[in-house]
């Protein structure tokens, strides 16, 4: 008889327990130093992605920020981020919803039910929101923090730039550059290869778009566009179909173009038939990004189901520092 | 200190099957005299839980992880450290498993016709067929003991009540039940909202729960060595789904799910043949919980299985062989078209008892999936029972493999499907030891090892997430099982435990090995049954170490212990003229969740605290 009352005491005393509910952070919580962020997707359908902060100074680094902050996970998939003003806009691709945060990432408002957002630009007094099931871009109205406005387009639109009075934004799967007026309709489009990426504009305002060629669909090619008349200048083939190179990107003078394609490789707007290759350590690299000051930042998904790995580069390819992230490391924005 | 009560839970642990009604005919069930492929046997799981819910059942009698979203919600088992697609539950031997995501909700499944669980773990799942790489839950309809009438009413906190009533009717060549009921629950339970700053106390919204469900059964006995018979349900469940903390978005689901099966026994001089021609139909909407996306699917499956046995030398040795065939077609908005799944299997399993003290068995399988054929699975055991009649000790090993083809979505959700996928295979070995003193303790531990190459993981390639196969998996765990039976003066206790303690873990080429998400260390279930005259009380325990939420092991939910308490009163009125009425009334009290722990089992789901139940039973034979 008193071995069972010693098992109901312990069983009565384990009732008194710690008062710990849902989810919990094994590591610790985001210092809010850093002006780096890294969007880390997580597993498709899990809804674990997530946000690591980077301070270039410290070299210290945070994860899971979002979720310290408000308690509550970021989504499935988060694709991007922009400033815009005080606030922080994030596009969490598979959870169909673009949130809202200050600069201290507390939550204050959420877009939901579009689709399947990918890629954020400010234009105008508006917000344009890409997506890739949705034949079409989101117009968002950064005041009352709803959609107000689609532009219907019959493809996956993927990244935007503003060029002049325009946004270009590409067509996936058409290769196509579509024009987006201040109307908010769609004006022109320029045909490309499959895969064109950013728009990106160089010292001498002419506009370089990277097609990756779709995954192995086509070649890619590296063209220069006049933004005036919407002519090829000039066009660089990569040399054959398995190449798949993405993320460009433009140095602070903006005479030097960066990509990875395997790795990270550089070249000059006015050689630019000539590719430098400037890091390649054999990685899953997935995310790219110049930072200015001759810095870059270049992300390692390794096998997209660990955590991956964030690179410090100097602009010629010398690592600088490294970081671990949450799974798939993607998306980088910086100041 | 956690530690060392786990440690104490492995070797010391308690706990009861209790039966209100049949205190005196508890008998421990000798696993000496059973299928050695069986590891755990749950009896008559309703007597004590009518009004649960198959969820309930389990988690009170298995030490089991079950991962809930919430009252209402889907649930799905993890068996063995397993993933839910990687835990069976069938219906008297059908394959109940969603065919699109693999994986099964025990909330909705009738519980009314269930007349006993059995639980094979690991190796043994292969008796019933692949897939059960973690373990396979068989559930048996009712046997039909008597004629009479049964009428259940219930009530409980947040809006909970329920009515189930069955009828049934022995004769002397046929026995029939039929019964039904119904269950509505709002949900509106409160909560901490952890979501939010200073975790303000919140009412669950839109979260209401309705099932209705019909069953049926009967049975011809030809003859004492043949007969035939036929059950089925049909239930129908709706379910809001909750905003939850991290989507405002309401909606309902709606489930349709019906089952109808043929069976036909025959014994002959030296053969003993079994013949199932089953088919299981559902219509199920599902919302992921991440990505909120709806899919509807309607799957229909028509299995047939017939097993044949032959005893030799006295039962000495035994042969059995079972061949069966399964067609799957499903068709979910996503596929675009509908797909069709052919399997057919072809099996064979020898038992011999080679000494009164030993005995080993064998199986093999072969099945043929989707224009493929599966490996071969081996699995050999043997046991050794040691001549000693005080404590019965045996001691048994077991190695094997198995596999499981992959789901429907897996080979051809838009995007992402993946046609080329080869199925998971596993190899496990076990080894166990057994006593049984004076036929009034069962002693169990097992410990048991499991590697399972070909890991179906969802990733992202070429900018499209797909499924591959890139998975290392590996369990290596203990289990203890302690169930007795004993009185003290006029009181009679039942007790049982069940006790898992496991490594589960996981790997993707060459990656260093993370915990397995939602696979908790420790998995405990217990409870005691004291009976004094009318008078009953049954208190429960289940809990579970703290768990990964993620393949990185950087998010975890905290530990979860739960207590619950049944206090039970039955009558049985008295004529004046001495006899006893054949009606019993049994009235009962329960209080789940009796400390109010607030907690969650997915994250941000949460789960009700403490509640309350009063039902009344009333038997008449």
């Known amino acids: ?335 | 200190m956690q530690k060392i009560r786990y440690i104490f839970l492995f070797l010391f642990g308690y706990q009861c099957y209790a039966q209100p009604d049949t205190l005196k005919s508890f008998e421990l069930i000798d696993k000496s005299n059973t299928s050695i492929e069986t590891d755990f046997i749950i009896d008559k799981p309703t007597e004590v839980n009518s009004s649960s819910n198959l969820t309930e059942i389990l988690s009170n009698s298995l030490p089991i992880f079950i991962r809930n979203y919430g009252p209402g919600g889907i649930a799905t088992l993890q068996l063995g450290g397993g993933t839910p697609q990687q835990t069976q539950l069938l219906w008297n031997g059908i394959k109940i498993n969603y065919p699109s995501l693999g994986l099964s909700d025990p909330n909705v499944i009738p519980n009314g016709m269930i007349g006993g669980i059995d639980v094979s773990l690991g190796l043994n799942s292969q008796v019933h067929g692949s897939g059960g790489l973690g373990g396979t839950i068989n559930l048996r309809p009712k046997q039909i003991d008597k004629s009479g009438i049964e009428l259940e009413l219930l009530g409980g906190s947040f809006g909970e009540r329920a009515l189930n009533a069955s009828a049934y009717m022995l004769k002397k060549k046929s026995a029939f039940q039929i019964g039904g009921g119904s269950y509505q629950a709002i949900n509106n339970f409160p909560f901490l909202n952890i979501a939010k700053i200073g975790r303000p106390t919140e009412y669950q919204e839109h979260a209401k729960v309705n099932r209705t469900y019909g069953h049926i059964q009967y049975k011809y006995y030809q003859n004492d060595k043949c007969f035939w018979g036929i059950n089925g349900f049909l239930s129908h469940n709706f379910r809001e789904v909750p905003p939850s903390l991290l989507s405002p978005s309401k909606a309902g689901l709606e489930d349709l799910m019906g089952l109808l099966q043929l069976s036909y026994h025959r014994e002959f001089s030296k053969w003993k043949s079994e013949t199932f021609l089953g088919y299981y139909g559902q219509i199920q909407n599902y919302q992921d919980s991440s990505t909120e996306i709806f899919s509807e699917t309607k799957s229909k499956n028509l299995q047939f299985k017939s097993t044949w046995k032959r005893i030799y030398f006295k039962e000495k040795l035994s042969w059995r062989s079972s061949i069966d065939a399964m067609t799957q077609d499903l068709a979910v908005a996503a596929y675009e078209d509908i797909r069709m799944n052919l399997q057919a299997s072809l099996s064979t399993f020898v038992a011999m008892q080679w000494k009164p003290s030993q005995r080993t068995y064998l199986t093999l399988r072969k099945e043929y999936n989707l224009q493929r054929f599966g490996p071969t699975t081996p699995t050999i055991g043997h046991e050794f029972i040691v001549q000693n009649k005080r404590y019965k000790p045996a001691i048994g090993i077991s190695i094997g493999k198995n596999y499981r083809f992959p789901t429907f979505n897996d080979l051809y959700w838009r995007p992402g499907g993946n046609e080329q996928l080869e199925p998971e295979s596993s190899n496990s070995a076990s080894l166990y030891l057994r006593f049984m003193p004076l036929n009034k303790l069962l002693w169990y531990y097992e410990a048991y090892y499991n590697q399972t190459e070909n890991g179906i993981r969802w990733l992202p390639t070429n900018g499209v997430w797909q499924a591959e196969n890139v998975e290392l998996q590996k369990q290596m765990g203990i289990r203890s099982r302690i169930e007795t039976n004993f009185e003290l003066k006029k009181l009679s206790f039942t007790l049982n435990s069940g006790f898992e303690g496991l490594i589960s873990e996981l790997k993707s080429s060459s990656n260093e090995w993370k915990e397995s998400p939602f696979v908790p260390n420790f998995n405990f279930q217990a409870s005691i049954k004291m009976e004094y005259n009318r008078w009953s009380l049954l208190y429960q325990n289940q809990m579970n170490s703290r768990y990964y939420t993620n393949f990185e092991n950087s998010i975890f939910m905290p530990a979860v212990d739960l207590h619950s308490a049944l206090i039970s009163y039955k009558l049985n009125p008295q004529f004046k003229s001495g006899k006893h009425s054949k009606t019993n009334l049994h009235f009962n009290f329960r209080v789940r969740n009796a400390f109010n722990k607030m907690y969650q089992s997915t994250p941000y789901f949460p789960m009700p605290g403490r509640s309350y139940q009063i039902s009344l039973i009333i038997k008449h034979a």
Not at chain 1, 32 to 41: A, D, S, T, V, W
């Open chain 1, 1 to 335: 008889m008193r071995s069972l009352l010693y098992i109901f005491l312990i069983f009565l005393l384990s009732a008194c327990d710690k008062d710990l509910i849902g989810p919990q952070y094994e590591i610790g919580n985001s210092s809010n130093q850093g002006r780096i962020y890294i969007l880390n997707e997580g597993n498709f359908g899990s809804g674990n992605g997530s946000i690591t902060q980077y301070d270039i100074n410290s070299q210290t680094s945070a994860n899971g920020i979002f979720q310290a902050q408000n308690g509550i996970p970021l989504g499935d998939i988060p694709q991007d981020m922009i400033r815009l003003g005080d606030e922080y806009w994030i596009s969490v691709n598979n959870s169909g919803k673009v949130l809202i945060c200050d600069t201290n990432f507390n939550l204050l408002n959420q877009i939901m039910g579009l689709g399947s957002p990918r890629f954020l630009k400010a234009f105008g007094n508006k917000v344009l929101c890409t997506d890739l099931y949705g034949n079409g871009i989101h117009v968002l109205d950064p005041n009352s923090y709803t959609k107000t406005g689609f532009i219907p387009i019959a493809d996956w639109t993927e990244q935007l730039e503003v060029v002049a009075n325009e946004c270009w934004v590409s067509g996936v799967n058409t290769g196509q550059v579509y024009i987006i007026n201040q109307q908010y309709m769609l004006e022109d489009s320029i045909a490309l290869n499959k895969g064109p990426g950013k728009a990106i504009k160089d010292q001498n305002d002419f506009v370089w778009v990277l097609c990756s060629g779709g995954y192995q669909l086509e070649q890619p090619i590296l063209y220069q566009i006049n933004p005036q008349n919407k002519q090829v200048l000039q066009q660089h083939n990569f040399g054959g179909i398995n190449n798949s190179p993405g993320s460009l990107q433009v140095n602070d003078a903006k005479d030097s173009l960066f990509f990875i394609s395997g790795g990270v490789w550089s070249t000059s707007i006015y050689n630019a038939g000539v590719f430098t290759s400037l890091y390649n350590q054999n990685h899953t690299y997935y995310g790219f990004k110049y930072l200015g000051q001759n810095l870059m930042m270049l992300t390692d998904a390794k096998n997209y189901a660990i955590n991956g790995w964030a690179y410090v580069l100097s602009s010629n390819g010398s690592l600088i520092d490294s970081l671990e992230c949450d799974i798939i490391p993607g998306t980088i924005f910086s100041e």
